[in-house]
């Protein structure tokens, strides 16, 4: 089983392509759907006046819609038609899922930069999967084809990068305009420890269940700070931020590391504390939201 499959892909392919109009289907397929939600996601950065974004998703989404016409010009050329959309057996695999939407709708830490750091990882999930199929695949024809998407998806993903960096190089060029001094750092622990304080508080403003909900994390998460150790370097303003956003600092933190690092055990002890980080953004989402 390659390795990319088990790191990237959520799932592997629920089966192999049988020939090319399917994989010109399926291509099609998968482009078209990222190019939908990207537009989603671009309407609703406009509805929120959070035009920065709206750019970084409207760029996307054109950006999508010509890997469209690629893959529809090269079935042209290749088999004279359009891909066939019935010729999708099974179902299409996310490179952009409903739960990285999601995040992107509420997050109140989004920038262009992370944005782009999200469709990078789309892309990367794109190459895994038809990397995966090139590995499997019995007809030449389509693994050859495979290969080629995998070596496309590749070049999308050097170019996402390219203007992810050009997004970070932007953001402390204007921190630095601005007069900014570089912000001061702190660690998970103390960060943890600042929820857990955010925490106790609502616990004594809530009652009943959202009330012991509010008492359970609180130990969870004072518990998480013996966990930590000397994980994690924050900006420190990060202290006077809300508990929603202090957790959601948290969770991404436990997520990228555990997906950057190669020491297994601390690939283990990082993806438990983001299970339980997820889980207290959910709630402190949910509350937020009554």
Same mark, same amino acid.
């Given at each position: 089983m390659p390795l990319l499959r088990t790191t990237l892909l959520k799932m592997? !392919?629920?089966?192999? @392509?049988?020939?090319? /109009?399917?994989?010109? &289907?399926? &291509?099609?397929?998968?482009?078209?759907?990222?190019?939908?939600?990207? =537009? =989603? @996601?671009?309407?609703e950065m406009r509805r929120q006046d959070r035009f920065d974004l709206f750019t970084v998703f409207s760029d996307l989404a054109a950006a999508e819609r010509e890997h469209v016409d690629s893959v529809q010009r090269w079935s042209q050329l290749r088999r004279g038609k359009l891909p066939d959309p019935a010729l999708v057996r099974w179902e299409v695999p996310e490179t952009l899922d409903t739960e990285a939407a999601t995040e992107v709708k509420t997050s109140r830490l989004m920038t262009p930069y992370r944005a782009l750091a999200m469709a990078v990882r789309n892309e990367e999930r794109a190459f895994a999967f038809w990397s995966y199929l090139a590995a499997y695949s019995h007809d030449p024809e389509v693994k050859k084809a495979s290969e080629a998407m995998a070596k496309e998806e590749l070049g999308h993903v050097a170019t996402l990068r390219r203007e992810r960096r050009r997004a970070y190089h932007r953001e402390?060029?204007?921190? &630095?305009?601005?007069?900014? !001094? !570089? !912000? &001061?750092?702190? /660690?998970?622990? *103390?960060?943890e420890l600042c929820l857990a304080t955010h925490l106790e508080a609502l616990q004594r403003r809530l009652k009943g269940p959202a009330a012991v909900r509010a008492r359970d994390l609180c130990e969870q998460t004072l518990r998480m700070t013996n966990e930590v150790g000397d994980f994690g370097s924050?900006?420190?303003? @990060?202290? *006077?931020? /809300?508990?929603?956003?202090?957790? =959601?600092?948290?969770a991404d933190y436990y997520l990228d590391g555990a997906e950057r690092s190669g020491d297994a055990q601390l690939v283990a002890a990082l993806q438990e504390l983001a299970e339980k980080a997820i889980s207290r953004l959910a709630w402190l989402r949910s509350l937020a939201a009554e």
């Open positions: 592997e !392919p629920a089966g192999t @392509l049988q020939s090319l /109009d399917e994989l010109f &289907a399926f &291509a099609n397929a998968m482009e078209q759907e990222a190019a939908t939600k990207y =537009e =989603e @996601l671009a309407e402390q060029d204007r921190n &630095a305009s601005e007069g900014r !001094p !570089p !912000p &001061a750092r702190i /660690d998970a622990r *103390r960060l924050f900006p420190g303003e @990060l202290v *006077r931020r /809300d508990p929603q956003t202090i957790a =959601e600092a948290l």
